[in-house]
T-cell receptor
């Protein structure tokens, strides 16, 4: 079974530029998560999708971040415009509704550096 | 604010020893608890989860849960240098009608030969 796929793996941009990240979850996983992990901290949930609907975006900075999950499969997270403090690893994870405990599986992440 | 607390470490243990990693959480309604291992520059990898009080063993790993004390731990027996990583504790909470994970900041484990 293929794992969670993400691209790109690394991205360097200047502040005020825009960037987009892509994620493809494990096949059949209805729930998809985007996390931000700043160096030395645990992952922080940005947004959670159930199929193609948003169920939690309470910690998403909506003035600059947006995300979509068209057709309930892959997802895109966008930052526009980027700030220096957005430098972090952006992790995508997915989980199956058939799992009783909702364990989440992570992709390799995208390391973003904003200069 | 739901919180998950871990000692940041580093926890340094000699090869072959038992490493004990601890985690406390604030939400008494939490149902499931997860341990993720994260190597430097890599993404978190799920290694164990536990939902009932007591111990759960998987190979060299044992997860322990005490809901009354709001405490979960991970024991690694016969520690190897390859176990050197950051271990993230995550707690599943039910919020806004959906399940979500709250992560601690992680404990860095260093196993020296």
């Amino acid at each position: 079974e293929a794992g969670v796929a993400q691209s790109p793996r690394y991205k360097i941009i200047e502040k005020r530029q825009s960037v987009a990240f892509w994620c493809n979850p494990i096949s059949g996983h209805a729930t998809l998560y985007w996390y931000q992990q700043i160096l030395g901290q645990g992952p922080k949930l940005l947004i959670q999708f159930q199929n193609n609907g948003v169920v939690d975006d309470s910690q998403l900075p909506k003035d600059r971040f947006s995300a979509e999950r068209l057709k309930g499969v892959d997802s895109t997270l966008k930052i526009q415009p980027a700030k220096l403090e957005d430098s972090a690893v952006y992790l995508c994870a997915s989980s199956s509704r058939d799992s009783r405990y909702y364990e989440q599986y992570f992709g390799p992440g995208t390391r973003l550096t904003v200069t | 604010q739901k919180e998950v607390e871990q000692n940041s470490g580093p926890l340094s243990v000699p090869e072959g020893a038992i490493a004990s990693l601890n985690c406390t959480y604030s939400d008494r309604g939490s149902q499931s608890f997860f341990w993720y291992r994260q190597y430097s520059g890599k993404s978190p990898e799920l290694i164990m989860f536990i939902y009932s009080n007591g111990d759960k063993e998987d190979g060299r790993f044992t997860a322990q849960l005490n809901k009354a004390s709001q405490y979960v731990s991970l024991l690694i027996r016969d520690s190897q240098p390859s176990d050197s990583a950051t271990y993230l504790c995550a707690v599943k909470i039910f919020s806004g009608g959906y399940n979500k994970l709250i992560f601690g900041a992680g404990t860095r484990l260093a196993v020296h030969p």
